[in-house]
Nanobody, 122 residues
Framework: QVQLVESGGGLVQAGGSLRLSCAAS????????MGWFRQAPGKEREFVAA????????YLADSVKGRFTISRGNAKNTVYLQMNSLKPEDTAVYYC???????????????WGQGTQVTVSS
């Protein structure tokens, strides 16, 4: 089992920045691909970003390319999502996720955090 706990959400004005963190415990962190998904009210949960176990490979949804960056600190068992130039349409609950491979982390992760709310005001 892998336990994931997100932090860093909040309220920010359009154009601002936030950094989300996700602390993992329970298994060897570097063995897992880590990712972020989000779910806006009335919409399905969607993939945002993912990173390989070593941190060498990252994946970003088209909607966030150029604005969001995913990174990880394996020594701290933590994955980060740096969000810049935020837009009102980025408003959602953001979920941290973990999976064993590059496909699953972007589609059906094995483990989920409880989510953290991000609200971007116009």
């Amino acid at each position: 089992q892998v336990q994931l706990v997100e932090s860093g959400g909040g309220l920010v004005q359009a154009g601002g920045s936030l950094r989300l963190s996700c602390a993992a415990s329970g298994r060897t962190f570097s063995n897992y691909y880590m990712g972020w998904f989000r779910q806006a009210p009335g919409k399905e949960r969607e993939f945002v970003a993912a990173i390989s176990g070593s941190g060498d490979t990252t994946y970003l949804a088209d909607s966030v390319k150029g604005r969001f960056t995913i990174s990880r600190g394996n020594a701290k068992n933590t994955v980060y999502l740096q969000m810049n130039s935020l837009k009102p349409e980025d408003t959602a609950v953001y979920y941290c996720a973990a999976a064993g491979n590059s496909l699953t982390i972007r589609t059906t992760p094995n483990y989920w955090g409880q989510g953290t709310q991000v609200t971007v005001s116009s």
